[in-house]
């Protein structure tokens, strides 16, 4: 069964905090302001070896899968019991230490951009037994991304604009400001000699719902001085921001 709360023992594996819904929908009608609270949310669903996992949208999302486990990293007596007699499961040591880097790709495969997908978990889905004789369990985080969103980039030190036709009003879905792995295409410049790392502000999603969520239109710097720095001194860090428009 999924939930927007990450269950504890989902807690034990990367610690992520599912956020809470933000902002005060007072000025969009109940339909919209539903649809966009369900989008904010971070979704979690797991299921041991041998049990269905089921991942599912509301109307006009679909999901978007932001991180995938399969594994063991806990004792399995904190999650997902041993399924096997007690005297066999007493003559094998249980691998704590397991996990397939396969895990997310599949899971894209499998769900992305779908209202709703469900299926067996088991070794064989991810093409290899990672610790052979230990059960294992699938973690899956996801959002509920709407059907219909744009995307914004500023380089640091640029202003970034969003906007909404008539009758209608921002809502945010993402927003990061720092900088990726992979970098942005938008925003290229890096300082000679700094490394290539992923450095993001633990605090841009909350500030841009304050800025401009349920406004017509908005605008904020891409800068530390709004975000704080979360990189290196002298990495070049960027804002991307996803947002909808919904009807008042």
Partial sequence: MCSPDVSPASAFLVGLMCLAAFGN???TSADFSGYISQALKNYTDHACDGEYVSLRCPHRTTISIQSSFYGRIVPSHQMCPS???????TLIKEDVACSVGTSLQKMLDECQDRRSCQFLVNSRLFGTDPCPGTGKYLIVWYKCRPNEYKSKVAC??????????KNMVIAIYSAIFGRTQGGSLECPYQTLGMPMIECQSATALQLLIKRCHGKRSCSIYASTY???????????????????????
Avoid: Q, W
Avoid at 83 to 89: G, K, T
Avoid at 228 to 238: A, F, L, M, S, T
């Fill in 25 to 27: 929908f007072a000025r």
């Fill in 83 to 89: 399924r096997y007699p007690h005297s066999y499961a």
């Fill in 156 to 165: 640091e030190d640029d202003k970034l604009r969003l906007s909404c036709k």
């Fill in 226 to 248: 709004e975000f704080g720095d979360p990189c290196y001194p002298g990495i070049r860090k960027h804002l991307n921001v996803i947002y909808t428009c919904g009807e008042t």
